[in-house]
């Protein structure tokens, strides 16, 4: 396996690619008596029309998170109970563009591993289980809907992109979910869940060979073809610019977004992030000025809050919380983007926000599954995410300026509410 030390952090990473394509990333953490295991593939809720053998799938809205709930059915019983059985703790999730599975563990790691490994690469799908699984995750979309930060999140993607998948709910819909079958389900196991679409993490106290050498023999010995996808091609303009809808709620909430730019991959991908984050807080975060106006203004209380967001052929930028004249803090946001564009960001501020950024970065690293996840992700997108200590150093003030210029513009924002009924 290949050693990169990491001088800056203190942190070793040993990766090795096996024959079969499959990308094995070990951090040994040898003074910690537990030990994490993540096993994920390049297939989230995004990823719903594919090719496959030849020939374009369309595949029902939800079918990756309903795969993930599948997975943990083996011939012998239930996967999830065994590892708990074996005193570790499992589970897994799917996001957009990644489904992650997981244990944590303090004994029989390496038992564990090789349960893990096997239950996601041996599919197990039958009519009767898929139809009665329908029923169970039909009930969970039900009370997602009812949720009225689920609501105001998803309107606000549908009205931020037109074709793109992102505007589709990762756990789809009772009409979308009741078309999948065991064959749909074996189509995308076979197309996603190859090694070569795969990466195995694990931090802890582990010999990084001993888990090369077990994923090696688990596993199958054949990799797979790269598969195209199709995400829908989206123009600059957003879909719609406002959205409301009535619920029982007791104050109107409200989530504002501004379709950024896409990121290639590469390590443009992980400094743009850091910038979008940077950017966010600059703009909208509790020690700026615009927050302080508009929380003295009564415009906004402590729910305000944002996030800058990546994901495969998109890029967004949101901010929402209780208000009642949600359009008056969209108009504000946009005025103040448009003012730090134009006059500067100040510089003490700047420099302060830049130090947050990076020690969070740093304390990042003090959580195994930050670790894996952040390692995972960045193999799929092509960079290293240790080296964050040479992004940072690379981001000036005018890159957060240009940020905030090019995005946060009142072409590009939408509007999201929930009103009481």
Request: one cysteine or more.
């Amino acid at each position: 396996m290949k050693k990169t030390y990491y001088e800056r952090l203190g942190e070793s990473v040993f990766r090795e690619t096996l024959p079969n394509g499959l990308r094995v990333c070990v951090v040994p953490k040898d003074e910690y008596a537990r030990s994490y295991a993540f096993f994920a593939t390049r297939y989230g809720g995004m990823d719903t029309r594919f090719q496959l053998d030849g020939k374009w799938l369309d595949t029902p809205a939800g079918i990756a998170h309903y795969l993930e709930h599948k997975m943990f059915d083996t011939k012998e019983g239930n996967a999830l109970q065994r590892l708990a059985q074996n005193g570790a703790e499992p589970n897994a999730f799917t996001s957009n563009a990644l489904t992650g599975y997981y244990f944590d563990s303090t004994t029989h790691f390496e038992e564990n591993l090789e349960i893990l490994l096997s239950f996601v690469s041996i599919p197990y799908f039958t009519d009767e289980s898929v139809a009665k699984e329908q029923g169970i995750i039909g009930q969970e979309i039900r009370m997602i809907e009812d949720n009225p930060d689920w609501q105001i999140y998803t309107r606000m993607m549908q009205s931020l992109y037109a074709t793109s998948t992102a505007r589709t709910s990762i756990a789809g819909t009772v009409e979308s979910i009741s078309h999948i079958t065991a064959k749909t389900l074996y189509d995308c196991h076979k197309a996603f869940y190859a090694p070569s679409n795969m990466v195995l993490t694990v931090v802890g106290n582990v010999d990084p060979v001993r888990v090369a050498e077990l994923a090696r023999r688990v596993l199958p010995k054949e990799g797979g073809p790269e598969i195209p996808r199709d995400y829908g091609q989206e123009g600059e303009a957003v879909a719609q610019k406002r959205t409301s809808l009535s619920m029982e709620v007791s104050a109107p909430q409200f989530l504002t977004g501004f379709k950024c730019r896409p990121v290639e991959d590469g390590e443009s991908y992980l400094r743009m992030a850091a910038i979008g984050e940077m950017a966010c807080d600059i703009l909208l975060g509790d020690s700026s000025p615009l927050y302080l106006r508009l929380y003295d203004q009564g415009l906004i209380n402590t729910s305000f809050g944002g996030a800058y967001e990546m994901m495969p052929g998109v890029a967004y930028l949101y901010a929402g919380g209780d208000s009642k004249d949600a359009p008056a803090v969209m108009d504000a946001i946009c005025a103040e983007a448009e003012r730090l564009g134009r006059e500067g960001v100040d510089e003490a501020f700047y420099e302060r926000i830049k130090r947050a950024a990076f020690g969070s970065s740093l304390r990042g690293l003090n959580s195994f599954e930050n670790i894996a996840v952040s390692l995972t992700e960045g193999d799929f997108h092509g960079y290293d995410p240790f080296r964050f200590p040479q992004v940072f150093d690379s981001i000036t003030r005018e890159d957060i300026e240009t940020f905030l210029r090019e995005n946060i513009t009142p072409e590009r924002a939408v509007l999201s509410e929930i009103v009481p009924k």
